[in-house]
């Protein structure tokens, strides 16, 4: 099904419930996420006003999707409950997927992502992708960077911890930026859901060329 996105609202509220999140709250004191939130929301204003095509694929759902509606009650009830309850309303329609060729088998259960917005869709644009991704309670997801994109995170349901060096809760952004090392565990008991955003060239948007690090076996590309 291929359509505009003015034909699809709960998809344009989704898109806008990403602006409120890039929008709203403070960066911290922090130049560089104050400036990638702006980024963020200026490229996704743009891109929004143009009425970019949508293209809904057949929905997949993968092991750890089993966790989402947990993710979602979670979410409602956070202080960004605007967004998870905007994903409620898509959640039929979302294509989750690993990224990889083939998965470790204990990691296949234990995470997914699935992309709202970006070159391969399904709201379809350059310079940006928006997704979301899932963790099962005590998953750890390994060691990663990303080349040339400056990636973020807004966490939107349960706990989770990056490098060792804090515990984030709904509402937390954290940046990523090009090439730095990251490592992510959840907490125990939950699932965990966080949003995220990608920007940097096109080019590089569009074949981001991801791998793990220093993983013998693990493959190549991803989210
Ligand atoms: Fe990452």
Not at 10 to 29: C, I, M, N, P, T
Not at 68 to 96: M, Q
Not at 131 to 143: I, M, W
Request: aromatic letters at 8%.
């Amino acid at each position: 099904m291929s359509e505009k996105l003015s034909d699809c609202p709960d998809w344009k509220y989704l898109l806008q419930e990403f602006d409120v999140l890039y929008r709203h709250g403070s960066a911290g004191g922090s130049k560089a996420i104050r400036s990638h939130r702006k980024r963020v929301r200026d490229t996704l204003s743009a891109i929004v006003e143009e009425d970019p095509p949508i293209v809904i694929d057949a929905p997949a759902v993968k092991p750890v999707t089993a966790h989402l509606s947990r993710a979602l009650d979670l979410g409602a009830r956070s202080a960004v409950s605007g967004i998870a309850r905007a994903l409620g309303h898509v959640a039929a329609s979302l294509v989750w997927s690993y990224g990889y060729p083939s998965v470790p088998k204990a990691l296949s259960r234990k995470y997914a992502y699935a992309e709202v917005l970006g070159p391969t869709g399904p709201v379809k644009a350059d310079g940006l992708i928006l997704g979301f991704v899932l963790f099962a309670p005590g998953t750890t997801y390994p060691q990663h960077a990303h080349q040339g994109i400056e990636e973020s995170y807004v966490s939107v349901a349960g706990a989770w911890s990056e490098n060792d060096g804090a515990v984030y809760a709904p509402g937390s952004l954290i940046l990523n930026r090009s090439g730095v090392e990251h490592r992510i565990t959840t907490g125990e008991q939950d699932p965990c859901l966080l949003a995220y955003a990608w920007t940097g060239p096109a080019e590089r948007l569009a074949a981001p060329g991801m791998k793990f690090s220093s993983r013998r076996g693990v493959p190549r590309a991803g989210a």
